[in-house]
């Protein structure tokens, strides 16, 4: 089975207290700053790209700190495995990692650094995953404080001149990848060679290359792994759009495509009860 991982933030699905929205909400952990949870929080919502979750709506000023986007049917990379019973199979890592390779391109191209790719903030839904977390890293410690052992980073995918302190730059965001790619191919983020198909190990075993100089562009993901299914390269903003031929009827694994239908279907059977609401829930009913 998988090692476990660390979760940067608090996860629920909430409802406004009319009943009328479903959200997937997020939480600071106790130990990171509310002020800069939100920093980034607010920053998340003018990324661009089909395979990241920006944050929707905002806590308001007075609140706890929460952000909330639109629900859909998730399941967070590790739990994935989990259903699954083990490593996800070659088609759905690569289609993973051409997916999540084009959107990071994306962010780049906005002059953004994620800051928070993990196992953990990687969600599957039915039509591809969705990259969560965004400043993970920035919000647990700022720049030049060392961010090693700290609550929710977790240290597999931590590039390690961010765990020293370091400002987060583009090719963290790549070590981070690849990190998180071994993980849904091995069940650990630090695998041998022999456990991964000779194309992925060549990728992520520089991804994971100690000095950032040493770490592939995200193009080469698409180049290698698109399996002729490459159309046109990412430019500046614009969409995802090699992704799409690789993420189509039977990219996910059965045990995981039934797991997002059964929960899909018991958040639509749910009642929540209204004096139950919390206060981030209840605040969503005047966020239309």
């Given at each position: 089975?998988?090692?476990?991982?660390?979760?940067?933030?608090?996860?629920?699905?909430?409802?406004?207290?009319?009943?009328?929205?479903?959200?997937?909400?997020s939480?600071?952990?106790?130990?990171?700053?509310?002020?800069?949870?939100?920093?980034?929080?607010?920053?998340?919502?003018?990324?661009?790209?089909?395979?990241?979750?920006?944050?929707?709506?905002?806590?308001?000023?007075g609140q706890?700190?929460?952000?909330?986007?639109?629900?859909?049917?998730?399941?967070?990379?590790?739990?994935?495995?989990?259903v699954?019973?083990?490593?996800?199979?070659?088609?759905?890592?690569?289609?993973?990692?051409?997916?999540?390779?084009?959107?990071?391109?994306?962010?780049?191209?906005?002059?953004?650094?994620?800051?928070?790719?993990?196992p953990?903030?990687?969600?599957?839904?039915?039509?591809?995953?969705?990259?969560?977390?965004?400043?993970?890293?920035?919000?647990?410690?700022?720049?030049?404080?060392?961010?090693?052992?700290?609550?929710?980073?977790?240290?597999?995918?931590?590039?390690?001149?961010q765990?020293?302190?370091?400002?987060?730059?583009?090719?963290?965001?790549?070590?981070?990848?690849?990190?998180?790619?071994?993980?849904?191919?091995?069940?650990?983020?630090?695998?041998?060679?022999?456990?991964?198909?000779?194309?992925?190990?060549?990728?992520?075993?520089?991804?994971?290359?100690?000095?950032?100089?040493?770490?592939?562009?995200?193009?080469?993901?698409?180049?290698?792994?698109?399996?002729?299914?490459?159309?046109?390269?990412?430019q500046?903003?614009?969409?995802?759009?090699?992704?799409?031929?690789?993420?189509?009827?039977?990219?996910?694994?059965?045990?995981?495509?039934?797991?997002?239908?059964?929960?899909?279907?018991s958040?639509?059977?749910?009642?929540?009860?209204p004096?139950?609401?919390?206060?981030a829930?209840?605040?969503?009913?005047?966020?239309?």
């Amino acid at each position: 089975m998988p090692s476990a991982t660390a979760v940067p933030e608090r996860r629920f699905i909430a409802r406004s207290a009319d009943g009328d929205r479903t959200v997937l909400l997020s939480a600071p952990l106790r130990t990171t700053d509310p002020q800069r949870f939100m920093a980034e929080a607010e920053t998340s919502r003018y990324l661009l790209g089909p395979w990241v979750l920006p944050a929707a709506d905002l806590a308001a000023p007075g609140q706890g700190a929460w952000h909330a986007c639109p629900y859909t049917p998730v399941l967070p990379l590790p739990t994935a495995i989990a259903v699954h019973g083990g490593p996800l199979p070659e088609r759905t890592v690569r289609a993973l990692a051409v997916a999540l390779a084009e959107n990071l391109a994306v962010v780049h191209g906005q002059q953004l650094v994620h800051a928070g790719v993990s196992p953990s903030a990687v969600l599957l839904a039915p039509d591809g995953p969705r990259l969560t977390c965004f400043g993970a890293v920035r919000a647990a410690a700022a720049d030049g404080a060392s961010r090693r052992d700290l609550p929710g980073l977790d240290p597999g995918s931590l590039p390690p001149e961010q765990a020293a302190g370091g400002r987060p730059r583009p090719l963290g965001d790549v070590y981070a990848l690849g990190a998180s790619l071994a993980y849904a191919a091995t069940g650990t983020t630090a695998p041998e060679s022999d456990e991964l198909p000779p194309e992925l190990w060549s990728l992520i075993s520089r991804c994971l290359a100690r000095d950032p100089a040493h770490r592939p562009q995200l193009q080469e993901f698409v180049d290698q792994l698109a399996d002729g299914e490459r159309m046109d390269p990412v430019q500046g903003f614009a969409p995802s759009s090699t992704a799409g031929t690789l993420l189509g009827p039977g990219w996910l694994p059965p045990r995981v495509v039934a797991a997002l239908a059964h929960q899909s279907a018991s958040v639509l059977a749910a009642e929540v009860a209204p004096t139950a609401q919390p206060a981030a829930a209840a605040a969503l009913r005047g966020s239309h």
